[in-house]
Structure formats: C-alpha cells, structure tokens
C-alpha cells in the first residue's frame, strides 16, 4: 500500500449528507440506487449512483446519513450523471455496507 501525506488526505473534501430522494436504477448494468443527498449550505443537494441493492431499499434511505466524497469530478454511470462517492465498506459477502456517523450530526460536516 502506497503512503500519502497529511496533505493529500486534506485535499480529499469528505462530507456528511442526508439522503433526501432515492430511486431504482434498474438501467445500470449492476444493480443500483440513484440518490440524492443534501450537504447544507454552500454544498446543497448532490446526487450518486450506489450499488447498495443488497442492504438498502431506496424508501429505507430516505433521511439516512451518509459519508461521501464531494469533491471528485463528476462521473457518468449510464444515463445518469454522479456528483459525489458515497462511501461503504465491504461486508462477508462483499456487500456495501454504507458508512455514516453514529449519531446524528449537521450536515455539510467535514471528516477529520
């Protein structure tokens, strides 16, 4: 594994949101949710593409917390256009697990 510094940490924008809309994505090629997550002010609302069909409905999203990169560019996934990586981690079955604070915190706050 490859070292980085503390500043190139700090150039990674990793920010809590609140799943405000979420949809089946049944176009993509694995299975996916489209989500829309709010940040707050300045940052507003951002939306991704997540496979995350395994331990999420998009009705039990809804109002979730969740930690995401915002600041990578955007990327295309099929016909959809995702702003933000919302992060998880891999369960036994390597399944997204997503990740999010163990209470709830304002929105827009940044990792560190």
């Given at each position: 594994?490859?070292?980085?510094?503390?500043?190139?940490?700090?150039?990674?924008?990793?920010?809590?949101?609140?799943?405000?809309?979420?949809?089946?994505?049944?176009?993509?090629?694995?299975?996916?949710?489209?989500?829309?997550?709010?940040?707050?002010?300045?940052?507003?609302?951002?939306?991704?593409?997540?496979q995350l069909t395994k331990h999420y409905t998009p009705e039990?999203?809804?109002?979730?917390?969740?930690?995401?990169?915002?600041?990578?560019?955007?990327?295309q996934i099929g016909a959809f256009m995702s702003e933000i990586?919302?992060?998880?981690?891999?369960?036994?079955?390597?399944?997204?697990?997503?990740?999010?604070?163990?209470?709830?915190?304002?929105?827009?706050?940044?990792?560190?």
């Open positions: 594994m490859a070292e980085i510094t503390y500043d190139d940490f700090q150039k990674v924008d990793i920010r809590v949101g609140t799943v405000v809309r979420a949809e089946p994505y049944p176009e993509a090629r694995k299975p996916a949710i489209k989500v829309w997550v709010d940040f707050g002010s300045p940052l507003g609302v951002k939306k991704s593409s997540a039990g999203l809804i109002g979730r917390q969740v930690i995401a990169v915002v600041n990578f560019p955007p990327r990586l919302v992060l998880g981690v891999p369960d036994a079955d390597h399944q997204v697990v997503l990740l999010g604070p163990g209470q709830p915190v304002p929105d827009g706050g940044r990792l560190y």
